[in-house]
């Protein structure tokens, strides 16, 4: 049975087996991040709607959860901003009531937390992991390169107005990039604006593969622990690597070994192999990752995008 808006369940770094559902088309996005592992934003937008049919995803969730499948999250997350979604209460709200055993979570860019409406609509959930890389606008419009009407400001009072009302857990990710928001007065700006919003925990991640713009670098393990330091009282963590595939109980070899195979044939971009394979954009990520940390294959960034080859 193929699913057009459910991917996985993905093993992933944070939310152990989580199925993932999506609630907007590839792409569409309030924000337009420079390292985004799946491409540039196509809709760069704020406006919410029914982007996917509420029925769709209702038919598709009662198909998989009907074999009761063992799961750690179910997770609103996938190629775009979630909260774009206009109906997201409404799914939230069907989840809830007829699968009660499910954890829910949202990976969020946090653009959407500004409106007291959204944040009432996803109260329920149990986990939110919302991001926030910077809190001058400089660096934010650096990095996140968002729809112009996105203001920093009602992003960090979103964020601190959602802590008060949610009874779930915050984590809050910050990505590093080097020279843009990890200079001592970009990390004291963070440092203060993260104390007010006071999440459950603060994970630091940084440049794990190619993102979307050419020539950007990862920040060296040693500075992030530097960082994660810095940031202390609040209660840091440094995300940890994606484990080795021996770790993943659903990493699938013969999956590793079609996508080897593909791009051995000719270079191709997470999305050609997306298409080619029918496999969700997330999924072919983690295994593209898995393939540049054991050497087989090389990124290379192009005019469509990262390409990437066999070695
Ligand atoms: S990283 Fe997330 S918020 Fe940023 S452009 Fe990609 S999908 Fe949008």
Redesign the pocket.
């Known amino acids: 049975m193929k699913y057009k808006h459910l991917f996985g369940p993905v093993p992933s770094r944070r939310l152990g087996v989580s199925l993932g559902v999506d609630l907007v088309p590839h792409?569409v996005?309030?924000?337009?991040?420079i390292?985004?592992?799946?491409g540039k934003?196509t809709t760069l937008t704020i406006k919410r709607g029914d982007y996917i049919p509420l029925k769709d995803l209702m038919k598709e969730l009662s198909e998989y959860l009907a074999n009761e499948p063992e799961l750690d999250y179910i997770t609103f997350s996938g190629?775009?901003?979630p909260l774009l979604h206009s109906g997201i209460g409404e799914i939230i709200h069907y989840i809830k009531t007829e699968y009660p055993q499910y954890k829910l979570a949202l990976i969020t860019?946090s653009t959407m937390l500004c409106e007291k409406k959204v944040r009432n609509e996803i109260k329920d959930i149990d986990l939110i992991l919302p991001?926030l890389d910077a809190a001058s606008e400089l660096a934010f419009r650096k990095i996140?390169r968002t729809h112009p009407k996105v203001k920093l400001s009602e992003i960090i009072n979103g964020l601190i107005e959602f802590k008060k009302l949610f009874s779930g857990e915050m984590w809050l990710e910050v990505f590093l990039s080097p020279g843009i928001n990890d200079t001592q007065e970009e990390l004291a700006n963070l440092k203060e604006a993260i104390m007010k919003i006071s999440p459950d925990q603060v994970q630091l991640n940084t440049l794990d593969r190619p993102g979307t713009q050419t020539g950007l670098e990862p920040i060296s393990e040693e500075r992030m622990a530097e960082i994660a330091e810095f940031f202390r009282p609040l209660p840091v963590t440094v995300i940890a690597k994606f484990k080795s595939r021996n770790k993943l109980s659903s990493f699938d070899v013969n999956v590793e070994s079609v996508i080897l195979e593909t791009i051995s044939r000719r270079p191709c971009t997470a999305k050609d192999l997306s298409e080619m394979l029918g496999l969700h954009i997330n999924e072919v990520n983690k295994y593209i990752s898995t393939l540049l940390k054991d050497d087989k294959i090389v990124a290379e960034e192009q005019r469509r995008g990262v390409f990437f080859c066999a070695k």
């Not at 996005?29 to 991040?33: G, K, P």
């Open positions: 792409k996005c309030s924000m337009n991040c390292y985004c592992e799946v934003t190629a775009g901003e860019n991001s996140n």
